[in-house]
């Protein structure tokens, strides 16, 4: 259905993209992963043709239809949730406001325009559109009374919803979906994955998100180092046969090594010598050639860096404070009589069901809505920040990350540019990155940006909702990193178990108005709360972790699987040289010489397309591919040692005989 051929994307120096190809099917479900700041983003603007391509050609089957769900904004104007969800095509929305017109007692055209109207809009899908649109809508989250306001009224995350309503109902061929679950909740997330389950037409979803992933895909393709490699298989399938591709790897580099240090030792010995020095050159472009092709040790995959973030100011033990506090949003009581206090140097997680209210709480404990009834109060010497996942709007586009970072100075006079770089680096901004205008900033790099910022001039109470949102591992450590160092209090909500049980110290439990605290860690608030059935719906889903310590298969032992064939072929080896030093020893050993020659550069073609084959992520769709080829190589690589080795000898002993003659 879509075919990109040899594509290419830079931003100035920067590559994103090298001669990128792959082939999608109407029935591909596929999963694009890579670290932030990848091209993921810029893939589908490519694809959808809102960003050029600098070479190569993106061709789409005659027919074919998209619908593009982005990471961060949609617009959003006056009509309502509903109209939205149901302007599938610009025609439709066209005929559908026409006959509303008709309907309301304005007049038609003409009779023939008001059949013709109500002909084609039926023809598009009618009143039925809008039927499909009230269960999608209700699917996502909104409730009846919401579909009838207009669509600026709701937060950003809502209008997203509404637009992915739209995708739904108008069912492309193909769905483009960047990060869509950044803006669900668990709910609505089970709804919307099981919904997709069952989509009639081809996917190709932008997630860090591997339970969702592993639900959905049939395939990943994962950018990473400019290149698109194409998996086959779930999200953990991906995993598995990545590390066996990692390992082998590393098995095909070091037999390389291997090779070298033996070419290489032949070059030592022999380059001096005025016969044998033509062979040893030719050697030696056999090294460079090999150095060429030879693969460079893989990158661990997390980048360890610890940097020492700025410390609040230490306030009095009690931080804050709430009693009596009521707060409700229309009929909705979320809290009736609410008392809570929180002492220096708590790092609280709040878990429990969705619409308990933990947001709530959360801006009310930061103040960011006014209290309906009781009070908050704030402990001497407090300062309360508030960080939320789609909060990023404060950032200013015009600047730079470093003039955004500078910019902190005014709430910390510490912040200089020295340590704005370390708390970037801190938040894996490499060295030029620093210059980048924040309006070209990917998902991910406008997250760590705002962390950074906030963890610049850290306030006492940080009070963080779903932080992790947008960012990939290594970037969720580098944010783990920070907190662990943060000495002033945290109270957090989130999804990502294992950034939990990183975090935080204590549980606090909400449900149903009320707050339960737990003293302990996640996994003793599991333990606690498992007679009480609370953990049900909360682990539903993060049963699948996150892929942070994928099981890693046992390295295996190539050298191990070939052994006996090498002895005999010493031994014929052995003889035919004794029987050609007894016959005709010169022209004997020269053509043994140039057989050896051969027999060497036969292995070598082989090796390499062997390597070639290891490379190639179709070999680990089938398990025993790989270790067949493998083992092979390893076969190979004795052989030709084997080879080598005789030819050295050989060559030695060529040398003597027509130094003899000479
Ligand atoms: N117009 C532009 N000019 C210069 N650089 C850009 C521009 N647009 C994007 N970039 C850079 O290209 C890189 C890739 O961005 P992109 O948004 O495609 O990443 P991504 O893989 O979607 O990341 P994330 O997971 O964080 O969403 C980023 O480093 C970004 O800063
Ligand atoms: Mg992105």
Redesign the pocket.
């Known amino acids: 259905m879509l075919t990109l051929a040899d594509v290419s994307k830079s ?2 120096p ?1 590559t ?1 993209f090298e001669d990128v190809s792959v082939f999608i099917k109407r029935e591909d479900r596929l999963g694009l992963v ?10 589908f ?1 490519v694809i959808i043709g809102d960003e050029s391509v600098d070479s190569g050609t993106i061709t789409w089957e005659k027919g074919a239809s998209f619908g593009y769900l982005p ?1 961060e904004t949609a617009p959003a104007g006056d009509e309502t949730v509903l109209d939205l969800a149901t302007a599938i095509t610009p025609e439709f929305a066209e005929l559908r406001d026409q006959l509303r017109i008709i309907e309301s007692g304005g007049s038609p055209a003409c009779m023939q325009g008001e059949f013709d109207a109500h002909h084609r809009f039926e023809e598009l899908g009618g009143y039925g559109i809008e039927t499909r649109a009230r269960i999608i809508l209700a699917g996502l989250g909104f409730g009846a009374a919401d579909f009838n306001r207009p669509a600026r009224t709701f937060s950003g995350g809502w209008v997203m919803r509404a637009h992915l309503a739209r995708l739904l109902v108008r069912e492309p061929a193909l769905l483009l979906l ?2 869509p679950t950044n803006h669900l909740d668990l709910e609505v997330l089970l709804w919307f994955q099981d919904y997709l389950s069952r989509y009639p037409g081809g996917l190709i979803i ?1 997630s ?1 998100d591997r339970a969702f992933l592993n639900t959905l895909c049939t395939g990943i393709l994962e ?1 990473r180092d400019q290149t698109l490699y194409r998996w086959t298989g779930d999200y953990d399938d991906f995993l598995r046969q990545k590390e066996a591709h990692r390992e082998q790897q590393l098995s095909v580099r070091k037999n390389q090594q291997r090779e070298i240090a033996h070419l290489q030792r032949f070059v030592d010995r022999f380059g001096a010598k005025a016969s044998l020095a033509s062979r040893a050159k030719s050697k030696e472009k056999q090294i460079e050639r090999l150095k060429e092709v030879a693969i460079d040790a893989p990158e661990e995959d997390i980048r360890r860096i610890s940097f020492r973030f700025p410390q609040p100011p230490r306030p009095g033990l009690r931080v804050v404070a709430l009693k009596g506090v009521r707060q409700a949003y229309g009929e909705n009581v979320v809290y009736r009589n609410l008392s809570f206090h929180a002492e220096r140097g708590e790092r609280l997680v709040l878990v429990g069901p969705n619409g308990a209210g933990k947001s709530t709480l959360l801006k009310i404990l930061a103040g960011a809505i006014p209290i309906q009834a009781g009070t908050r109060e704030l402990g001497g010497n407090v300062t309360a920040g508030y960080f939320a996942q789609n909060r990023l709007d404060n950032l200013d586009a015009r600047r730079t990350v470093m003039e955004e970072a500078m910019e902190m100075r005014n709430t910390n006079p510490d912040v200089t540019e020295r340590l704005a770089r370390t708390v970037l680096g801190g938040f894996l901004f490499r060295k030029d ?1 620093v210059f ?1 205008r924040v ?7 406008k997250s760590r940006l705002a962390l950074a910022r906030l963890l610049l001039a850290p306030p006492n109470l940080l009070l963080m909702d779903e932080p992790t949102t ?1 960012l ?1 591992i290594p970037s969720i450590d580098a944010l783990v990193n920070a907190l662990r160092q943060y000495q002033g209090t945290l109270i957090f909500i989130s999804h990502d178990v294992h950034f939990i049980r990183s975090v935080a110290k204590g549980v606090l439990h909400v449900a149903a108005g009320h707050l339960t605290p737990y003293a302990g860690n996640y996994d003793y608030f599991l333990e606690k709360s498992r007679a009480t059935g609370a953990r049900e719906a909360l682990t539903a889903r993060l049963a699948g972790e996150r892929p942070h310590h994928a099981a890693t298969t046992p390295p295996r032992r190539p050298a191990e699987a070939a052994r006996g064939g090498p002895k005999t072929k010493e031994q014929k080896r052995a003889e035919a040289e004794g029987r050609a030093s007894r016959s005709a020893p010169l022209r004997a050993i020269r053509a043994h010489v140039s057989a050896l020659e051969q027999a060497i550069a036969g292995l070598e073609a082989r090796q390499a397309e062997i390597t070639a084959q290891l490379e190639a992520p179709e070999t680990y769709s089938h398990p025993g591919i790989a270790q067949g080829l493998n083992r092979e190589l390893s076969t190979v690589v004795d052989q030709l040692q084997a080879a080598s080795a005789d030819w050295e000898r050989s060559a030695a002993k060529l040398e003597g005989l027509e130094g003899a003659q000479a």
């Open positions: 931003y100035g920067r994103l890579g670290p932030n700041g990848a091209g993921k983003t810029t893939l603007n990471q960047d990060e932008i860090h950018l990155d980048k309006s070209v900033l990917s998902g991910g790099e947008h990939d």
